[in-house]
């Protein structure tokens, strides 16, 4: 997307993020705030995914060591700004640790090696009550304060999660926008041709995860405040599998297919409660129908309906000339 669309399309969404929660009871204003994490988690995972070419079903692991470790150095008294670079260099740490199984294994060994790490953090959590609370989990977290103003009300944290969001997509674009951003998508979309192009291939496989699992981890460490309490059940399996799911119905490798496709996961769902039990199997029904009409993504869509008027209008002018030849 070039800068001339990419610019009015940022402000107006901007606009609509800024405008819009004041006017929202304390359940929507949640829900913004819960999409946003997921767009900071996604965020990381189409870096990973989209730009990069690997294969991680074990982001949600990233999310989970982000949200304990915030929560655990808060029940040790200590500040929330102790705990957010905590957690964002544990992720890093583990998520360049993950990375070296992709320097092995790729495709459908490489995601199942990434779905067996998110199940072993998963029982982590579970069942070491001592450090994680296992099922009773962690509660009474409180929300932080940022230069002396108070962060507790839905709103006030809303914007801060906002302004967060904001940082990490201006980074990641700047990132993108560099030549590292030219290495991460030479290895996804030709890995032995960029070697040949001097690019270590290794390297960039290691940062495309710990990078990644940066960005889980601030989205993990931000969600702890916002919802007061945590245990293990949003960080399995599942919950990696929904993310994979979102860069994937946003379009992968595309920069905006996150803030789309968390949207998709996050809201969408709360829109179909009308259904009741129903819900899931009509939200499951609603994004196979996505995947086979629009397999790159709600992002491909004008590009889908261009190149179906490009082609109108070549049948219409083949038929013309074919009715010119005709009567000549």
């Avoid at 929660?21 to 949640?30: E, I, M, R």
């Avoid at 990375?99 to 070491?128: D, K």
């Avoid at 709360?270 to 009741?276: D, P, V």
Wanted: some cysteine; charged content about 10%.
């Amino acid at each position: 997307m070039t800068a001339r669309r990419t610019l009015p399309l940022a402000l107006a969404m901007a606009l609509v993020l800024l405008a819009v929660p004041p006017f929202l009871k304390s359940y929507g204003v949640y829900l913004f705030s819960y999409w946003l994490l997921f767009v900071i988690a996604t965020m990381g995972l189409n870096l990973t995914v989209g730009y990069a070419g690997q294969k991680s079903l074990g982001h949600a692991a990233f999310f989970g060591i982000g949200a304990y470790t915030v929560a655990i150095v808060m029940k040790a008294g200590f500040s929330f700004w102790l705990g957010l670079p905590m957690a964002m260099a544990g992720c890093f740490v583990v998520g360049l640790a993950l990375g070296f199984p992709a320097l092995r294994v790729q495709t459908l060994y490489l995601a199942f090696a990434t779905l067996g790490f998110n199940t072993a953090v998963w029982l982590v959590l579970r069942n070491e009550e001592w450090l994680t609370g296992g099922t009773f989990g962690i509660n009474n977290i409180a929300r932080p304060g940022l230069f002396g103003l108070s962060l507790d009300q839905p709103l006030p944290f809303y914007y801060f999660i906002l302004a967060v969001t904001v940082l990490l997509a201006l980074a990641l674009w700047r990132l993108l926008a560099s030549p590292w951003g030219k290495a991460f998508t030479a290895l996804r979309d030709n890995p032995i041709r960029a070697e040949s192009l001097g690019i270590d291939t290794r390297a960039y496989t290691l940062l495309a995860f710990a990078i990644g699992a940066v960005y889980a981890g601030v989205a993990g460490a931000l969600f702890a405040p916002l919802v007061e309490f945590i245990e293990p059940a949003p960080f399995g399996v599942s919950a990696s599998i929904m993310m994979y799911l979102m860069v994937v119905v946003g379009g992968a490798g595309s920069f905006f297919g996150p803030l789309v496709g968390a949207a998709v996961g996050v809201l969408l769902p709360e829109w179909l409660r009308f259904a009741q039990a129903w819900y899931l199997f009509v939200f499951g029904m609603a994004v196979v129908a996505l995947m086979l009409w629009l397999p790159d993504g709600l992002l491909s869509l004008p590009q889908r309906l261009q190149a179906r008027r490009q082609a109108r209008q070549a049948r219409a002018a083949a038929g013309v000339v074919r009715t010119t030849g005709g009567r000549s």
